[in-house]
């Protein structure tokens, strides 16, 4: 049971990354997001007021905005940097290897922001996953260099990971906890008023008549967001956030494999080799001794929006 849901969980959360190019072919990242974030927020809104009702009893004002804050940072501000990016050309493997590099910068920053401790043992799987970002990173814009993808387009992914950051640390300010769902309700409301303000404003609100529009949509929706979201927090819930966090860097060869597979994206040597560090830091990281003051072992978890 344990390793079917680690693998359902791996594979829905890759599918964010392989939606977003699938989408990019027939429209910009603000419309596919203002898409995908309308039936989402209905949907999760209509469960508010009937089927989730009594989670969001106890909550005030302030708890909300807190949560409204997270949702921008770990999600509309995180995912219009990756579809950005995507869109831009950057392959869905090096956004994903990026997006993976985000529980290791957490931890490292846990020390002089918060004053939490950090050992050389997170700082070594630190460098290293940096490493191996750098190592992918210049692996992809050569190969797409001919293809006129600016170099750039690579800092964009890192914005996005830096947001999804900063949301770890207003999370973790937080003393209430929130349920799963009315923390999904509140992401997915913020940014659906997001994405559909910038639509309006930049004249990109209306879909386009291609139906893979609608199927990457539908990807998105179904297994990224409701499959990847539920197995991410059934998955927090059992195994705890370090397993979460190692599973995270799985994301980067599925989603490299499986875009280089369907979208013939580049996947040489370097790449592989660039995964493979990213693999072994996490696995420095994950095989750390706790301590008591070890960021890691109790570092709260951000409410992520599958890619």
Same mark, same amino acid.
Request: net charge positive; glycine share 12%.
């Given at each position: 049971?344990?390793?079917?849901?680690?693998?359902?969980?791996?594979?829905?959360?890759?599918?964010?990354?392989?939606?977003?190019?699938?989408?990019?072919?027939?429209?910009?990242?603000?419309?596919?997001?203002?898409?995908?974030?309308?039936?989402?927020?209905?949907?999760?809104?209509?469960?508010?007021?009937?089927?989730?009702?009594?989670?969001?009893?106890?909550?005030?004002?302030?708890?909300?905005?807190?949560?409204?804050?997270?949702?921008?940072?770990?999600?509309?501000?995180?995912?219009?940097?990756?579809?950005?990016?995507?869109?831009?050309?950057?392959?869905?493997?090096?956004?994903?290897?990026?997006?993976?590099?985000?529980?290791?910068?957490?931890?490292?920053?846990?020390?002089?922001?918060?004053?939490?401790?950090?050992?050389?043992?997170?700082?070594?799987?630190?460098?290293?996953?940096? +490493?191996?970002?750098?190592? /992918?990173? $210049? @692996?992809? =814009?050569? &190969? *797409?260099?001919? #293809?006129?993808?600016?170099?750039?387009?690579?800092?964009?992914?890192?914005?996005?990971?830096?947001?999804?950051?900063?949301?770890?640390?207003?999370?973790?300010?937080?003393?209430?906890?929130?349920?799963?769902?009315?923390?999904?309700?509140?992401?997915? +409301?913020?940014?659906?008023? /997001?994405? $559909? @303000?910038? =639509?309006? &404003? *930049?004249?990109? #609100?209306?879909?386009?008549?291609?139906?893979?529009?609608?199927?990457?949509?539908?990807?998105?929706?179904?297994?990224?967001?409701?499959?990847?979201?539920?197995?991410?927090?059934?998955?927090?819930?059992?195994?705890?956030?370090?397993?979460?966090?190692?599973?995270?860097?799985?994301?980067?060869?599925?989603?490299?494999?499986?875009?280089?597979?369907?979208?013939?994206?580049?996947?040489?040597?370097?790449?592989?080799?660039?995964?493979?560090?990213?693999?072994?830091?996490?696995?420095?990281?994950?095989?750390?001794?706790?301590?008591?003051?070890?960021?890691?072992?109790?570092?709260?978890?951000?409410?992520?929006?599958?890619?």
């Amino acid at each position: 049971m344990q390793v079917l849901l680690a693998v359902g969980f791996v594979v829905c959360w890759s599918s964010g990354f392989i939606g977003a190019k699938l989408g990019a072919g027939s429209a910009g990242a603000v419309t596919i997001l203002m898409w995908r974030f309308l039936p989402l927020a209905a949907l999760l809104g209509l469960a508010a007021l009937t089927v989730t009702r009594a989670s969001w009893r106890g909550l005030t004002a302030r708890d909300l905005l807190r949560q409204a804050a997270v949702g921008l940072l770990s999600q509309s501000g995180y995912l219009l940097t990756v579809y950005y990016a995507i869109q831009l050309g950057v392959s869905s493997g090096t956004t994903a290897l990026v997006d993976g590099t985000q529980p290791l910068v957490a931890g490292a920053l846990a020390g002089p922001l918060l004053r939490q401790y950090v050992s050389a043992r997170q700082w070594l799987g630190l460098c290293l996953g940096v +490493a191996g970002v750098v190592l /992918v990173t $210049t @692996a992809d =814009a050569t &190969a *797409t260099a001919s #293809a006129g993808v600016r170099p750039w387009a690579y800092g964009v992914p890192f914005i996005g990971m830096l947001s999804l950051v900063a949301a770890t640390f207003v999370e973790g300010r937080s003393r209430t906890r929130t349920a799963p769902s009315v923390a999904m309700t509140v992401h997915c +409301a913020t940014s659906a008023v /997001v994405f $559909t @303000a910038l =639509a309006l &404003a *930049t004249g990109a #609100a209306a879909p386009p008549a291609d139906p893979d529009f609608w199927l990457a949509i539908s990807w998105l929706i179904g297994l990224a967001t409701f499959g990847g979201y539920g197995l991410y927090w059934l998955v927090l819930r059992r195994y705890g956030i370090t397993r979460v966090n190692a599973l995270m860097f799985l994301m980067a060869p599925v989603t490299a494999v499986w875009g280089a597979l369907m979208f013939h994206e580049p996947f040489g040597p370097r790449t592989a080799a660039g995964l493979a560090i990213g693999l072994a830091a996490v696995a420095v990281v994950a095989t750390a001794p706790a301590h008591s003051g070890d960021p890691a072992g109790r570092q709260r978890s951000v409410s992520r929006s599958p890619r």
